[in-house]
């Protein structure tokens, strides 16, 4: 989990296909689920019905024996997604600063929360609301700052074998 753009697809990807698990990017099954993208369905129906989808969700990929999920930046909205995440695996938190992450999504669209005059402004905002939700959630707190996807990948399985949750075991 983390905000939006701080690389929990990419890493998610990588991490599965390390540890040889199923990989699910919950926005990826939401947008299969809607027929349309998630900046649609915000713009047609609201943020309060897309959270409901997504919790609905979440609740069903939480529930899959060993699998590697990818959650949307503002999952930990919801007290039972928390919940569900953190009481049904492992979750980590891939802390991005505002600054790095507005550089990173400079040209991205895609992303309707950051759609605004001042992306930057509004992912210090999402930041402030959101770090504790993440922190609070979290059993693992990864700063990316700079490393490659392999060795946030790395970081991470560090982090599951030292907890003795390395599913490979």
Do not use: M, W
């Given at each position: 989990m983390g905000l939006p753009g701080s690389g929990k697809s990419t890493v998610g990807r990588q991490?599965?296909?390390?540890?040889?698990?199923?990989?699910?990017?919950?926005?990826?099954?939401?947008?299969?689920?809607?027929?349309?993208?998630?900046?649609?369905?915000?713009?047609?129906?609201?943020?309060a019905s897309f959270r409901d989808l997504e919790e609905s969700v979440l609740d069903e990929l939480t529930r899959l024996p060993r699998a590697v999920?990818?959650?949307?930046?503002?999952?930990?909205?919801?007290?039972?997604?928390?919940?569900?995440?953190?009481?049904?695996?492992?979750?980590?938190?891939?802390?991005?600063?505002?600054?790095?992450?507005?550089?990173?999504?400079?040209?991205?669209?895609?992303?309707?929360?950051?759609?605004?005059?001042?992306?930057?402004?509004?992912?210090?905002?999402?930041?402030?609301?959101r770090d504790p939700l993440y922190r609070e959630t979290a059993h693992f707190t990864v700063e990316t700052g700079r490393p490659s996807v392999g060795t946030l990948v790395n970081m991470i399985v560090m982090q599951l074998e030292l907890a003795g949750a390395h599913p490979l075991n």
């Open positions: 991490l599965a296909r390390r540890l040889q698990l199923p990989f699910f990017d919950s926005d990826h099954v939401i947008e299969e689920r809607l027929g349309c993208s998630i900046r649609v369905a915000f713009e047609r129906d609201g943020e999920v990818s959650t949307g930046g503002g999952a930990v909205l919801r007290p039972a997604t928390r919940k569900h995440l953190h009481d049904r695996g492992y979750v980590v938190y891939l802390n991005s600063s505002p600054d790095e992450i507005a550089r990173r999504l400079k040209h991205d669209t895609s992303r309707p929360l950051l759609q605004v005059d001042d992306p930057v402004s509004r992912l210090r905002d999402l930041y402030a609301a």
